[in-house]
């Protein structure tokens, strides 16, 4: 076979460098598109046996037919979630291979970094002494020790943010669709979260059950003053009632690294445009929300982690019958399916 050629949407300097350091000897032909893979964009995979796709490319039905008909055999998410490709749609057409797992410690530190920065108002302070004002006033945070936190979702990322929270002294319950027996992890239902955390942290995918998990009716049941933390996906969080929970002063701080309509806005520099997204901008505005554009990944460690694995994973699926990290389509949850994947999925 001639080199494997891959259209890889949606590059970026930091990922065409480290997907260039790790194809040093050109194993693969690599196109980089600045361009997210969308309904307008496909085209542009003409000629290629595989894309690679990040978070917010938009694979749906009718991208899947298009790429089918121009021959594109892969679809290679170089992310752990997969919630922008319609998998089941893809079954019988276009394998997906995705990154399980390049760095859980990146996702799990930054929640911690933006929990820790949230309460002790750091970004705050941040910016005052830049301007030599040394006041307090307004910068009193709490401690965490003794504190509750509440953690949805108890895969690789969850778990080692428990971990982090434990370093700190807090009490730590859990939610997880399918728990960890044996794990030694306290498991409640999701209104015991709700009830009993001064902080929660999301670490589950978004699928059609997560989809806005949190929302009016769970804000209301929450303690005044909660802390809630999104690594995971945008639309974990119905945003309009995150909104409104800050503004009636239940919701103590959101650290949102991700965010229901990212894909329009995220990864891009508009410091010079007005945004169109108010509801983006009123959570901006609000001194006691901290946002970052889904950059908790981003450490060089996982960088590294994810050019290594999917090239690995191409080179697996053209050359081999196996496919370890391909998604399974029929599973509900890929991260306890038992199929060994040493055969592709169809
Ligand atoms: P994982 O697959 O190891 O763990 C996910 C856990 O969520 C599993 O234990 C699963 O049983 C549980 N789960 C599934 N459905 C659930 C539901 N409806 N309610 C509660 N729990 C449920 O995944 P991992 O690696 O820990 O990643 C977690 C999430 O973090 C990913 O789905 C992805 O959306 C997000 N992520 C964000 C990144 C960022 O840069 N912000 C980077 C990597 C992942």
Redesign the pocket.
């Known amino acids: 076979m001639d080199r494997i050629k891959i259209a890889f949407f949606d590059a970026k300097d930091y990922d065409m460098q480290s997907f260039k350091d790790a194809n040093q000897n050109e194993e693969f032909e690599v196109q980089y598109f600045e361009t997210k893979l969308s309904a307008h964009t496909y085209k542009l995979a003409e000629g290629s046996d595989a894309v690679c796709v990040f978070v917010n490319d938009d694979i749906d039905s009718y991208v899947i037919d298009r790429l089918y008909e121009m021959g594109i055999k892969l679809i290679a998410l170089r992310?752990?979630?997969y919630n922008n490709v319609d998998v089941e749609y893809a079954f019988g057409k276009i394998h997906v291979v995705r990154v399980?797992?390049y760095s859980?410690y990146a996702?799990a530190e930054h929640a911690m970094a933006l929990l820790l920065t949230s309460i002790r108002r750091i970004h705050k302070a941040y910016i005052r002494t830049k301007d030599f004002n040394f006041s307090l006033n307004g910068l009193t945070g709490f401690d965490l020790h003794g504190k509750t936190v509440g953690v949805?979702?108890?895969?690789?990322?969850?778990r080692i943010f428990i971990d982090i929270c434990r370093g700190f002294g807090m009490n730590v319950i859990a939610?997880?669709?399918?728990p960890?027996r044996d794990s030694g992890i306290e498991y409640v239902s999701l209104d015991e979260i709700w009830e009993r955390s001064d902080v929660i942290s999301l670490?589950?995918?978004?699928?059609d059950?997560?989809k806005h998990?949190i929302n009016t009716e769970s804000i209301e049941k929450m303690k005044k003053g909660v802390v809630i933390i999104n690594?995971?996906?945008g639309a974990l969080i119905n945003t309009e009632a995150l909104v409104q929970g800050i503004k009636d002063r239940k919701v103590g701080a959101a650290c949102l690294?991700?965010y229901e309509e990212e894909s329009d806005v995220f990864f891009h520099d508009y410091s010079n445009h007005i945004v169109n997204d108010d509801l983006l901008a009123r959570l901006i505005s609000m001194p006691n929300v901290i946002v970052t554009s889904?950059?908790?990944?981003l450490t060089n460690e996982a960088l590294s982690n994810i050019a290594d694995t999917t090239y690995s994973n191409i080179r697996e699926f053209f050359h081999k019958d196996s496919s370890v990290n391909e998604v399974c389509y029929k599973c509900p949850?890929?991260?306890?399916c038992d199929q060994k994947h040493d055969k592709k999925c169809f």
């Open positions: 992310c752990a979630g399980p797992a859980p996702v949805i979702g108890t895969g690789k990322i969850g939610y997880d669709k399918f960890a670490h589950c995918p978004l699928t059950e997560s998990m690594t995971s996906r690294d991700v889904h950059q908790a990944f949850n890929v991260a306890t």
